[in-house]
């Protein structure tokens, strides 16, 4: 068996955490890279994506690279999507991530939107 980095072991741990608390919410799951950033809600019981964004979309091109602006935008923009599928309360996944800087502009980004944790 491999051995899990920190970064995998605390990743586990928080999801594990999450579903043992919310398992009647969805899930807004993100990830974070050096260029870009990704939301998506996911629905643990069903097994299938309600809503997603990212910063690859063409809307939110214009504000270039892994910036907190574009963070706060995909955050507005994975909140329209899920209230247009019916989703107002989620459980935030910070998929290992520190809550910090960009993680922390896509939560408030979506709190802004409508989505409620």
């Known amino acids: 068996m491999a051995k899990l980095s920190l970064f995998a072991k605390r990743r586990q741990r928080?999801?594990?955490k999450l579903r043992a608390k919310g398992s009647l919410r969805?899930?807004?799951?993100?990830?974070?890279s050096?260029?870009?950033i990704y939301a998506q809600i996911i629905d643990d019981?069903?097994?299938t994506t309600v809503a997603a964004a990212s910063s690859l979309e063409k809307d939110a091109r214009a504000s270039t690279?892994?910036?907190i602006d574009a963070a706060t935008a995909v955050g507005k923009t994975v909140?329209?999507?899920?209230?247009a599928a019916g989703v107002t309360h989620v459980v935030f996944?910070?998929?290992?991530f520190l809550f910090h800087?960009?993680?922390?502009?896509?939560?408030?980004?979506?709190?802004?939107g409508g989505l409620e944790f």
Not at 101 to 110: F, H
């Open 14 to 16: 928080v999801r594990t």
């Open 26 to 32: 969805p899930r807004l799951s993100i990830h974070r």
């Open 34 to 36: 050096g260029r870009h």
């Open 45 to 47: 019981n069903a097994g």
């Open 65 to 67: 690279g892994a910036t």
């Open 79 to 83: 909140a329209e999507r899920a209230k």
């Open 93 to 96: 996944d910070r998929g290992g």
């Open 101 to 112: 800087g960009r993680v922390k502009a896509l939560a408030e980004g979506a709190r802004e």
